[in-house]
């Protein structure tokens, strides 16, 4: 796109849509939170009976190589040495169904040491 047709689409935009198109709420309209039974982070995916959480998360670690053993017979533990971050996402919905209650989890995680 050009810079002209960008400038025209900016300057035209906000008479396209203005807040007299958004739809009012009655004044006696209280929010039901119907995730809150499952506990912190859930939200309603809109339009739907979906509870969605997402969790993210990093996690540092830090190893050292130790030597066991006795009388001169040592053994290396397979252990990182140095610092080690991985990172991990996770997505958890519930639903609920005719035959009850839908959970589904998708978990993702990377360890750049590996």
Known sequence: MSR??????????PTLVSANDLPVLPDDYEPVDICAHL???YILIPETETCMRIQVGVQTDFGVNIKTGGSGNYVL???ATGPSTSIGTAITTHTQTPFGPLRTHIGAGFDPNN
């Not at 002209?4 to 935009?13: G, K």
């Open 4 to 13: 002209v047709s960008l400038l025209v689409a900016a300057l035209l935009l």
């Open 39 to 41: 506990g912190k982070g």
């Open 77 to 79: 533990r397979n252990r």
